[in-house]
């Protein structure tokens, strides 16, 4: 071992203990003789790393066959042919069945009027007659059909314009929709009995939401009275303040919720024809109509 120079006896200890590894580590390592006696490479190694030396590490080249070229250059001219032929069959298709197309047109178009206007027509029937029924309930039909509110409704359809009428001692203003559903799509009103009691105090009105999703409506509703096959609005006699007509209630699906209104804060006509309450939404105005009973029929409860 070499005389080294250590600055401090750790130093040199930890030198000679390396040292004596790394001699003990050598010691299992076979003499080169030895090595070259056990192992002996195969021809085919030899082979090639006399061509990686020639060649010096790069691979050698392969030249293409003459066949090989054939068959590719068949392969991508096919290719092209088949491309072409695909294309000249589009642009034939393009001018034998587009131009034609664009000619009649017309007719189609014709065809297609003809057959919508029979449609619209029915439609327009069938409103005409279903309208009322969706304003009057299902226990108003059969007078429905017998006339009055349907040929009423089609006056009001030709002549927009509806004077004021008298209404114990007070000038109403026309409604200003006179047909309006009882339900529209899964959202529908009713009150709690189409033919009320005279001597009822309050109206008890319901109002269901079937949808999927929330709907919002507002507190306060109007009252409106059927006179001369129109609508009037009659007015309570306690107003309510600008914060109670704003207020609105929120009805999530699948609920119902009960508004009571009360009759005294109106003045009534008991022998009117017909009543309907209307309910404000956010996106859609609904009716529940009724009547207060027969006066023969209220003696004989009494």
């Known amino acids: ?102 000619k009649n047109a017309p007719q189609e178009n014709s065809m297609a009027d003809m057959e919508a206007a029979p449609a619209e027509e029915s439609a327009a029937s069938l409103e005409t007659e279903t309208g009322e029924s969706m304003d009057t309930g299902e226990w108003e039909s059969s007078e429905n059909q017998e006339g009055g509110s349907l040929e009423t409704d089609e006056v009001i359809a030709d002549h927009p314009g509806i004077s004021q009428a008298e209404f114990m001692g007070q000038t109403l203003d026309p409604a200003p929709e006179q047909r309006l559903p009882a339900r529209l799509g899964q959202v529908k009103t009713l009150v709690n009995s189409p033919m009320i009691s005279r001597d009822a105090e309050e109206i008890m009105l319901t109002i269901g939401n079937m949808e999927e999703y929330t709907i919002y409506y507002y507190q306060c509703m109007d009252l409106e009275v059927l006179i001369d096959g129109y609508w009037y609005v009659v007015p309570p006699l306690t107003a309510p303040t600008e914060e109670e007509s704003r207020q609105m209630v929120s009805l999530e699906p699948g609920m119902a919720q009960d508004e009571a209104i009360r009759l005294d804060n109106y003045t009534l006509d008991y022998e009117a024809r017909e009543y309907r309450l209307v309910t404000y939404m956010d996106n859609m105005t609904l009716c529940a109509r009724f009547r207060f009973e027969e006066e023969e029929l209220f003696g004989e409860e009494e």
């Open 1 to 102: 071992m070499e005389d080294r120079h250590y600055d401090n006896p750790q130093e040199e200890l930890l030198a000679r203990i390396l040292d004596e590894c790394m001699e003990e580590q050598l010691s299992f390592v076979p003499p080169e003789r030895e090595i070259s006696h056990t192992h002996k490479f195969s021809p085919e190694f030899q082979k090639r790393m006399e061509e990686i030396i020639k060649s010096h590490g790069k691979p050698a080249g392969r030249k293409l066959e003459k066949k090989e070229f054939i068959y590719g250059f068949n392969k991508a001219a096919a290719c092209i042919l088949v491309l072409l032929v695909i294309g000249a069959v589009g642009g034939i298709g393009y001018l034998g069945f587009g131009m034609p197309a664009s």
